[in-house]
């Protein structure tokens, strides 16, 4: 099974090809913005190295968010597109569970994992994973001090959990466990999605040949609108 | 030939598909006018939402109704700004995906020249001629040398002119967007009750001001009696839209009829005005330009209204017509929210940085 998968929706921009579950070519680069002039050039490379065609694919994956609002479109314009026109299968995962599945097995052990992503504001996007990965609920966006709420309470005070942090805003996510008494380690993986990692789980999540709907941006938040005033003449 | 053009830069989605026989095979527009009705104006974080959800489903529309395949095409062409630059990158993303799959060429389409070149897709037209430009963002007059060739002779120092039919809409109570309403209730109303400024009018050059009539037109309304509900009489929405119809057109015809002058001093021989963008299908300024134009020894061209407004077959147009002269992109183009036709034109005076 020949996957392309990609990400957009955060710090880095990054491209993979996964072949029989082996990655046969990535790129990854941090980059704040950028996104849209690199995307579809990293896609070319990694299709060139790997010396795949559009048209050998089985399937194109990519993160629908949640992550930077223009972000997560431009992934999503692209994998849209590149369905369209190749007339693909486009599969998504979260970025939360690209990071999660990032996070090395000897880091998980018999700890619960909370991946936390920026938002760019005062809150952040979180989720918690048990120690085997399965999500502890659904993808939230809530503000540091309000993580512990999605930590299983396995007993009291300290022991009460062991936990491994993930993503571009652990530090902030650390420091508020901190203060609310829950000892926490900073997990060593990729602090943003890995392509390759999408690819990956795309592809274990998917019978090949099953038909998918098309992926739905995953936003957390609504668009920041304000009503106008009272008008002053209504009709 | 035939090309894909798509339009993501407002509140229009849009997928075309044009030839090069200047057929329009295909013309699929989606308004996003009821999103936005509630916020009373466009909300960019809506707008560029509203375009990921329905640009993939209106391109494949668009090849169907064309009767060809993706294979077909010759070219994919995309809105790469000016505009609302979430809404652009959902275009210009779709339309690089579209570009690598296919193997056919990229092409980065500036939205004003899409508007700009409308005029030669609906009938013969050579280089060079007049262009009005007005639409909600921009109030332009510009001489169109050739593709990619432009020439400012004037622009708007403050509002787009169709800015100011939106603002005078809410004002009255007409709703977004403004525009048609404000056209349809002039048609009803007295123009010399309610005496309104022509800002620039007599003034040499080709510049606009729409600020200071907008201003006029509020201090009006608010000088009106209203009823408890704070509505303005039937015929007091009629005059004052009728007033701000004919303070616009007095306007447009003197600043046009400036720029029909700089256009003679340096291009003889047979001559054109072309009016473009979403406030060229107002009917009433259509026919006081054509009188203009037709005094002046110009021919007018004024496209359909549905060409006037978004669309995505001006943006194919416009990539059939670069495709032609060479003019393809990488896909690493970056897209942009500010984006001059004519980069080297001297900023107006007293102009804000957005003019």
Redesign the interface.
């Known amino acids: 099974m020949r996957i392309l998968g990609f990400d957009t929706a955060t710090n880095a921009c990054s491209t993979a090809i996964v072949r029989d579950g082996r990655v046969v070519a990535r790129r990854l680069e941090p980059m704040a913005r ?1 996104h ?6 990293m ?2 490379e990694v299709m060139d190295e790997a010396g795949e065609d ?1 048209s050998a694919l089985d399937a194109v994956a990519v993160t629908n968010g949640p992550g930077a ?2 972000g997560l ?2 992934g ?11 007339r693909l299968p486009c599969l998504a995962v979260t970025t939360l569970e690209a990071v999660a599945a990032g996070v090395p097995e000897a880091e998980l052990h018999e700890r619960q994992l909370l991946v936390v992503l920026d938002a760019k504001r005062a809150d952040v996007y979180a989720q918690a994973f048990a120690p085997d990965l399965t999500p502890m609920g659904e993808p939230r966006a809530l503000l540091p001090d309000e993580l512990p709420t999605l930590l299983m309470a396995g007993g009291k005070g300290r022991d009460r959990c062991a936990v491994v942090v993930a993503g571009d805003a652990a530090g902030r996510a650390l420091a508020a466990l901190d203060a609310a008494g829950i000892t926490a380690i900073r997990s060593a993986a990729l602090d943003s999605p890995d392509a390759a990692v999408v690819a990956g789980l795309a592809a274990a999540r998917w019978t090949p040949g099953a038909m998918v709907a ?1 992926p739905r ?1 995953l ?1 957390l938040r609504p ?6 005033k009272k ?5 | 030939m035939r090309v894909l053009g798509i339009e993501t830069s407002c509140d229009e989605t849009a997928a075309a598909v044009v030839d090069g026989e200047r057929r329009i095979l295909a013309d699929e527009v989606l308004s996003q006018q009821d999103d936005h009705r509630p916020f009373g104006g466009i909300v960019p974080e809506v707008a560029a939402r509203a375009h990921l959800e329905h640009i993939d489903g209106l391109i494949e529309r668009a090849v169907e109704k064309a009767g060809i395949t993706f294979a077909d095409l010759d070219a994919v062409a995309a809105t790469a700004g000016p505009g609302l630059i979430g809404g652009v990158l959902v275009g210009a993303m779709t339309a690089k995906a579209l570009s690598a799959v296919l193997k056919k060429p990229f092409i980065a389409v500036n939205h004003l020249e899409g508007h700009a070149l409308t005029a030669r897709l609906i009938g013969n037209l050579d280089f060079p001629y007049l262009l009005l430009l007005v639409s909600g963002g921009h109030c332009q007059l510009l001489v169109v040398e050739g593709v990619g060739r432009y020439r400012r002779l004037g622009t708007t120092i403050d509002d787009a002119l169709g800015e100011a039919f939106d603002k005078t809409a809410i004002m009255l109570g007409l709703g977004y967007p403004g525009g048609p309403a404000v056209e349809t209730w002039a048609a009803k109303g007295e123009p010399k009750r309610f005496p309104l400024p022509r800002p620039l009018k007599g003034r040499p050059g080709c510049d606009f001001s729409f600020s200071g009539l907008k201003t006029k037109v509020r201090q009006t309304v608010e000088a009106l009696p209203q009823d408890e509900n704070g509505k303005l009489t039937d015929n007091d929405i009629a005059d004052i839209c009728a007033a701000f119809q004919a303070a616009v057109e007095d306007v447009l015809a003197n600043r046009t009829a400036n720029a029909i002058a700089a256009f003679r001093a340096r291009h003889l021989g047979p001559a054109a005005l072309v009016v473009a963008g979403g406030v060229a299908a107002n009917a009433a300024i259509r026919k006081r330009l054509a009188a203009l134009a037709s005094e002046q020894g110009f021919r007018f061209i004024a496209p359909p209204p549905r060409l006037c407004t978004d669309n995505g077959a001006m943006i194919a147009w416009a990539g059939i017509e670069r495709l032609r002269a060479g003019l393809t992109d990488g896909l690493d183009f970056a897209a942009r929210p500010r984006w001059p036709l004519d980069p080297d034109a001297p900023a107006a005076a007293g102009a804000g940085v957005k003019a």
């Open positions: 950028g849209a002039e690199r995307l579809m050039p896609i070319l559009f609002f223009t479109r431009i999503l314009a692209a994998a849209r597109g590149l369905a369209l026109a190749g098309k941006p936003y668009p920041s609108t304000t009503t106008p008008r002053r003449r209504t009709r």
